[in-house]
C-alpha cells in the first residue's frame, strides 16, 4: 500500500510523492497517470501538505449508514442520495476552516470516508468500480447547517456544504484499506465524538462508484464523501477537528478566525 | 460588444475567439485573462463549436422568476436557491443530449439566460458583481424528472440535472446583454414552448453574482443558469431543442438515441 501527499514545498514549489515513515519519495509526472520518481526526497515537517487532490467535484452522500438511517427513521437508499460540493470548496491537513462571512450560526463537523477516483469512469459495474478507485482518504464535510432548511420547500444542501474551506480532505490517499474492519473517529478538541465502523455502511464503495457512474462522468482525483453516521456536532469557534480513519491517518483542522474578528456582514 | 466562442477547428485543434459575422477572429492566450489576436480567422461554417467556457461548475437557481414563482405558489427566496450541475455534464451548440443508461422517464428541458464569470470573486458586492461578469450565454439546463423525487426525504437535484449532456450552454457568450429588455424564447421541434421576459427575475444578475460570492468563490469561466419561468417540458426522442436569447443568439441541441437503440439497462 502506498500513501499520496500532495505538498508545497519551503521553495513554494508544489508536487506530490510516496509518504515513507517521515519522508516524502517525489514523484513527477500525472498523478493519476504516468509518472515516475524524481529521487527526490524531502522531510514531511519541511513541506506544507494541500488536499492530496484536486478534485473537479465532490460528490457528498447523504444517509448511508444504518446506524444513522435508523435513528433518522428513514429508509436505507437503493441508490446513492448525494450532493455536490464544488472544487473551490477543498482545504487540505491543518488547513483552516472559516467562518462565512455574514453567517453566525452553527457550523458542524461530519467526519467521513473517502473514495478518491484513479481514472475516468461512466457507467461501470460493481465489479469493474474497485479498478476505478486509486484510494481512501479522511473528509470533514464542514456543513453551516442554519442555512440548511432557511427557505422552506428547498433544502440549501449544496449551499450549506458549499462554502469556501468547507470540503477537508486528507492527509493523504492510502491506495488500499481493508474498510470493511475499518473505523471513522471523530475527535473535537482532541474528545471523541463520533466512531462509527465503515462496515455499517449501506452502499459499500464499489457499489457507490458504480451507481454514481451511471449518474456522472467521475473523473481521476474527483472525490466521494461517503456519508457520515451518529455523532455530528457544531464546532466551537477556535476548536479543532480531527477525522482519523486507521490505515489513512489523521485530518486535522482548526475553525478559524473567531466571530468577533470579522468584519460586519453586509 | 464582443461574441466570443470557442471550437475544434477542421484539423482537430482546440481554439477560441470573436465571432465577427460568419468568421472568428482566432485568439491566444487566457480567455479569461491576457489575450492576444493570432491574425488567423476562420469560417464558421469550418470549425465545430464547443461548450463557449469550460466551468470549473455550473451554479443552476430554482424559483428565480416571479411567474413561476407565482404558479409554484412559492415565497420569492432573498437569496439564490440553487444546486451545482458538475463540469462533467456540459456541452455546446449542437451536441447531442443523451438519455442517461437505465433511465427510461421523462426528460424536460427549462431554457434559461446563463452568466460567465470573467474574474475570480469572493465576497463581493452587488456594485462590484457587474466587473467580474464577462458575459452572458443561453442554458438549456436538462433535467431528468423522473429520478428528482424518487426518494422521500430526500430531493434529488443534483442527480437529476447533473448526467453528461444535461448542461448544454452557448452557443457564445456575448459580453453585453440588455437583459432588462430581453426575453429566453424556447422552441422544441420549431414550436415555441417558453418565451419570458428576464425583467421578470426575482434577483438580478449583479445580485446573484454578489451573493453567491458569499457562499462560494467564483472562478472565471463558472456559469451561473439565472433559473427558468414557465412552460418546461419534456422532450421526445429525437426532438431538438432550442433555446434563444436576443443579442445572445440560439443554442440547438437535439436529445440522441431513441430509447430503442440502447443497450438493456443493468
Chains 1, 2 share one sequence.
Not at 459495474?125 to 486509486?134: G, L, Q, T, Y
Request: charged share 15%; proline share 6%.
Amino acid at each position: 500500500m502506498a500513501r499520496w501527499v500532495r505538498f508545497r514545498s519551503a521553495a513554494a514549489s508544489l508536487g506530490f510523492g510516496v509518504l515513507e515513515g517521515e519522508t516524502i519519495a517525489e514523484y513527477s509526472g500525472d498523478q493519476f497517470g504516468v509518472q515516475q520518481p524524481t529521487g527526490f526526497r524531502l522531510a514531511l515537517a519541511s513541506v506544507s501538505l494541500l488536499a492530496p487532490c484536486a478534485p473537479s467535484k465532490i460528490v457528498a452522500l447523504w444517509n448511508n449508514f444504518h446506524a444513522l438511517a435508523a435513528k433518522l427513521g428513514k429508509p436505507a437508499p437503493a441508490h446513492p442520495l448525494y450532493l455536490i460540493k464544488p472544487s473551490s470548496c477543498v482545504i487540505g491537513h491543518r488547513h483552516t476552516i472559516e467562518r462565512p462571512l455574514g453567517y453566525a450560526g452553527k457550523i458542524a463537523f461530519e467526519g467521513e470516508l473517502g473514495i478518491v477516483i484513479g481514472r475516468r469512469c461512466h457507467n461501470v459495474s460493481v465489479e469493474d468500480a474497485a479498478r476505478h478507485i486509486f484510494g481512501y482518504t479522511c473528509i470533514n464535510d464542514v456543513t453551516a447547517i442554519g442555512v440548511m432548511n432557511e427557505y422552506p420547500d428547498f433544502v440549501q444542501w449544496c449551499r450549506s456544504k458549499g462554502y469556501d474551506t468547507f470540503g477537508a480532505i486528507g492527509p493523504l490517499i492510502a491506495t488500499d484499506l481493508d474498510w470493511h474492519s475499518s473505523s471513522v473517529v471523530t475527535l473535537l478538541d482532541g474528545v471523541e465524538r463520533q466512531r462509527y465502523a465503515l462496515s455499517d455502511m449501506i452502499l459499500s464503495p464499489p457499489e457507490i462508484v458504480s451507481r454514481l457512474s451511471h449518474d456522472m462522468s467521475l473523473l481521476p482525483g474527483d472525490v466521494i464523501a461517503c456519508g457520515t453516521s451518529l455523532g455530528v456536532g457544531s464546532i466551537p469557534e477556535g476548536s479543532t477537528v480531527e477525522v482519523r480513519i486507521d490505515g489513512v491517518g489523521t485530518l486535522s483542522n482548526t475553525f478559524g478566525a473567531p466571530l468577533a474578528t470579522l468584519p460586519t456582514p453586509t
